[in-house]
């Protein structure tokens, strides 16, 4: 072995870069406790399906709490690079959206929702210690259940396909000699909601740090969802289809704070990462309900 390194920026997972005579790979440690959120099962059928569409890389070994597959030569994202790429990644995630992927269970019914619900009630059984017990007892859980239940009558005639879920700017690898985006870390794949895809993305904008006003605009977001209409549809959308589409975006982009903010809440007691996931969750809880009369209403003005 030629080389073997330590990468470095994730929340979860440990990652290792290694050089095997002309090879790369990357070594993946999953992170503790991951398996009570995550179907490990479910993300090494897609990652194998992924591949056979040329939309992951190649995986080669999976062990116990982990895997191996192939190094995407490029560089990993910083949030602020993001906007400057973002016709790229639009066009990119369009094409993942349609892939015709078919999971063994023939289910292809959204997840954000039913996956939420589930990690509500497994946080509320969950026995905090010391001060995240005080702090736990300023987030309510039943609430925010209730606001989810809400916002899902809302969405159901919105678009499905299948959807990275996690695209952060650590996930997408910018190649540029070739000029070309390329995803990874396909954990959380699954059929679900386009425009939660979309919003889940330009929330991450904001970075771990939570920088609020680096969120895209409404102009940054028309942006990103004309490149992403016209891959996906071959034709430029009307302004009607791109102001209701992006009224789809930012709704969805709230409810991924919701998502976020309940994971990060497990994560806080689960994780042996060095990352303060309790306060990371309830700012995002918060951010939440800062914008959800907001996004909630243009959503009803235009559908």
Known sequence: MKEFDKLTGGLTNLLYKAVVGDN?????????????????????????????????????????????YDYIEGEPLKPEEMPTLSDLIAKKLADFHVAPIVPKTGDKSPVVFKTLKKWIEDVKGLEYKDDKKEKMKS????????????????????????????????????????????????????????????????????GFELKFELFPDQDQQKKFASAYLEQKNSKKPTNEELEKFVSEVDLFANMSNAFWGVWALSQAYYSDIDFDYLDYGSRRIKWFYERRDQVVQEFKRLH
């Open 139 to 206: 987030i309510d859980l039943e609430k925010l259940r209730e606001e989810v239940e809400s916002q899902e009558q809302l969405v159901k005639d919105c678009d499905i396909g299948f959807c990275h879920n996690d695209l952060l700017s650590l996930n997408i690898i910018y190649d540029k000699e070739k000029k070309q985006v390329n995803f990874i870390d396909y954990e959380y794949c699954g059929y679900n909601y386009c425009a939660y895809d979309i919003g889940n993305h330009m929330c991450e904008h904001v």
């Open 24 to 68: 790369k790979v990357l070594v993946r440690i999953n992170g503790a406790g991951t398996e009570n959120i995550i179907d490990r099962d479910k993300e090494t059928e897609y990652m194998t399906l992924l591949g056979e569409h040329k939309l992951s890389a190649k995986l080669h070994a999976i062990y116990k709490n982990g895997y191996v």
